[in-house]
């Protein structure tokens, strides 16, 4: 029992110290709801529509395993809306990460902006978007178990019981700011899109360890790639009170390599949703996904079910998100190609 125990918690650590700490903060926090939280993915998304659109999405990973690696959450907070007049979206993002109940958390506060071109009359646009933000991060340096201090056979002590101090320096500071670039483009039609983004475009550096393997300079770039849209089964040329609503989106970021792909199926208040998330080259997840709509309000729950090697009884992850826009919007900002997230 004790060498099961010992073999769970040196599996985790792995998790933590097989790089540099820097390279275990270059994964952004990303959602399996991620069409719940759009200005997360792509600054474009900025504007779906002409009224305000509000988002919450809450995410808890892995809440089954016990401390100190207990559980990663993720909170996400935004407000966006578009202005016909100028052509123009407006975004607020407010995104707090804690990873590992206290190891290393995060907070970042982005307004982005975006512009809309008309390509034609029938309803064929091209947005490009730009976001800025401010980053905070705090390591819980007190928590952080290094190579050095686990014994093979006693764990975290000597024989004799005593602590195993490291030989990692105590940086002089354990919290770091940092102002964060990103940029996107999105095209979309009457009833799909297909939007590019990049992350970090500035590389921000979030180093507090004096090693650096592989001449790791700063948060790597994240690249996003996603497209989908919506297939109308119902007779209403208007509103769709039956659709699919497929979507996918990859991601890149350094040697970290994602793929969210499925659809939802809207009836006139419920939608249910299957996806599937594959990360380099291991399946990761299949993820169910309940929820109701009403008027201007929609709420969804998700349950990601692992399918990798890293089962380990963690308790799989589960995300509620809850957005809010106009119940009615009008014809003119309406879109259909973005239903699966209004």
Known sequence: MVEKKWTLTLT?????????????????PIFSQFYAAPLQLNPSFSGLSESP???????????????????????????????????SGFGLELLADDAGAGFVRSYKIAGMYSYRVELNRDGHYMKGGIEIGLVGLSYGWDKFV??????????????????????????????ISYLDAGAGLLYHSPNWFIGLSTKHLNSPSLGILNVNNGAFTGLPVRWSLHTGGNVS??????????????????????????VNAGSQLQFQTVFIGLWYRHARSNPDAVIGV?????????????????????????????????????????????????????
């Open 53 to 87: 659109r509000f988002a919450a999405v809450y995410r808890n990973q892995w809440p089954l395993i016990e401390e100190p690696f207990r559980t990663y959450s993720t909170m996400h907070l935004s407000y966006d809306q578009f202005f016909e007049k100028i052509r």
């Open 233 to 258: 089964l119902s007779k209403s040329k208007e509103y769709s009170t039956l659709s699919l609503q497929p979507a996918i989106a990859i991601i890149r970021q350094s040697e970290f390599f994602q």
């Open 290 to 342: 309940l929820g109701i709509r009403k008027g201007g309000l929609k709420m969804a729950y998700s349950f990601d079910f692992t399918v990798s090697s890293l089962t380990l009884g963690q308790g799989g992850s589960h995300e509620i998100s809850l957005l809010y826009s106009q119940s009615k919007p009008r014809k003119s900002s309406y879109v259909k190609c973005f239903e699966g997230f209004n």
């Open 12 to 28: 985790l650590l792995v998790l933590f110290l097989i790089y540099p700490l820097d390279r275990s903060m270059a994964q952004d």
């Open 146 to 175: 290094f190579g050095d201090q686990i014994d093979p056979k006693f764990g975290y002590t000597t024989p004799g019981g005593l602590p195993i101090i490291s030989n990692e320096l105590r940086p002089n500071s354990e919290r």
